[in-house]
């Protein structure tokens, strides 16, 4: 509603300063954005609310326009001061607004739901916030949520517009390979999800800046500045980027980027795994250390034993390499107690115990890209809401496992058209060459 969200130009700040969740530390990060942009995504498809929706692309739109740089990567925050003030890009005054809003029935508006009080609520400014729900506000008002939403975004354009004139804060330009692929897979699922091909894009642009920038003879590197990367990857940032790169395959189904998630897996296996179970978060090779931290619990970002378990778990799906799943299984199993004494403690833990639990979904596309029949199948697969459920897909059967993943191994065409396969486990049902059979086999999939 505001606050802690930034209503005029998407995005969250830190964290608050009050009980009232009003005042904001009004630094940026990406992670956080990264992550709160994909729980609203998700939250919208569970309930098919706008106003979620509106907040993870508000996000994704932010991040894009203030955290990306031109050669694909994600910066790592903005800075909470400007002019030497904290939050003065953020504040308004009433003249400010009552100037920018000239539009008399669209500032009465604005003011319905974001209200001004002579006095300001901070400092004798405005931090805006809804004191109603999107519902509430557009029932007063007799209007559809939807409209509401249409009407308010035309004003908060013009407020932005106003905005950006202002001196911005810092940039914290430094590219950290973890926190970008949070915002990697954000970027992936809204694409897929909301058939956003600018978010397609901004995802692609940035797995192959990753790739190529922070991983080009073999190790991936943790950090990028202004050309130059710096220390060796840590735990979370292989695993972090093969969950990443998988969500891209899943929104665009190119086997370079599921050969990618596929090596980085091999590479935290050899050069993180602690024999007696788990990984280490520093490689073997790292400096020498007087131990090897491994941390297991996670905070305001995922650690990297969670990342690698949820990692080996949605690999699993698509190689059926029982080893993969055994490792991430028995780090679960370790760690049920804890999870249930402390949940908060271990939320990408639980995510990653739920699709254990499964039942997981697997489903595989064979057919020509150009066909139309393979076109529709593919988009219903990728804009269908199923929390365990991975996606595959190739004009033909792969020959190898180098070709693509194995889910894919020994499905063809049937009857000259492009077929879908719903799987569990591997075991699949009979092939069918139409939409509306796979929408049934998914319906009775559950």
Known sequence: RGGMYDVIGGGFHRYSTDDDWLVPHFEKMLYDNAQLALAYLHAHLLTGDAAFRQVCTDTLDFIQRELTGPEGGFYSSLDADSEGEEGKFYLWTKEELDQLLSDDENRRLFYQVY??????????????????????????????????????????????????????????????????????????????????????????????????????????????????????????????????????????????????????????????????????????????????PKDIQDNAAPCGNSLAASALLLLNAYTGLEEQRGWAESALAALQGLMARHPGAFAFWLQ????????????????????????????YLQQTYHPRMVIAFAEDEPQSSQDGPELLRGRKPADGKPAAYVCRGFICNLPVTSLEGLQQQLREAG
């Open 115 to 292: 209200p001004i009080n002579p006095g300001g609520n901070f400092e004798g400014k405005h931090i805006l916030r809804r004191t109603k729900t999107l519902g509430a506000a557009a029932s007063e008002l007799g209007m559809p949520p939807a409209d509401l939403l249409q009407r308010l975004k035309a004003a908060r354009a013009v407020l932005l517009q106003g905005r950006s004139r202002r001196k911005r804060p810092q940039t914290d330009d430094k590219v950290l390979v973890s926190w970008n692929a949070l915002a990697l897979r954000a970027f992936a699922e809204a694409a897929r999800f909301f058939g956003r091909p600018d978010y397609l894009e901004t995802a692609r642009k940035n797995a192959d800046f990753l790739l190529q920038a922070l991983y080009p003879q073999g190790t991936l590197m943790r950090s990028w500045r202004s050309g130059k990367t710096s220390q060796a990857g840590f735990l979370e940032d292989h695993a972090g980027l093969i969950l990443g790169l998988l969500s891209l395959y899943q929104a665009d189904p190119d086997p370079r980027w599921y050969k990618a998630a596929v090596q980085l897996a091999e590479d935290m296996n050899e050069h993180f795994r602690d024999p007696q179970g788990g990984f280490f978060d520093t490689r073997l090779e790292h400096e020498n250390l007087i131990t090897r």
């Open 352 to 379: 990653g115990l739920d699709f254990a639990a499964g039942p997981v979904t697997q489903a595989a596309v064979i057919g020509p890209r150009q066909d139309p029949l393979t076109g529709q199948m593919l988009a």
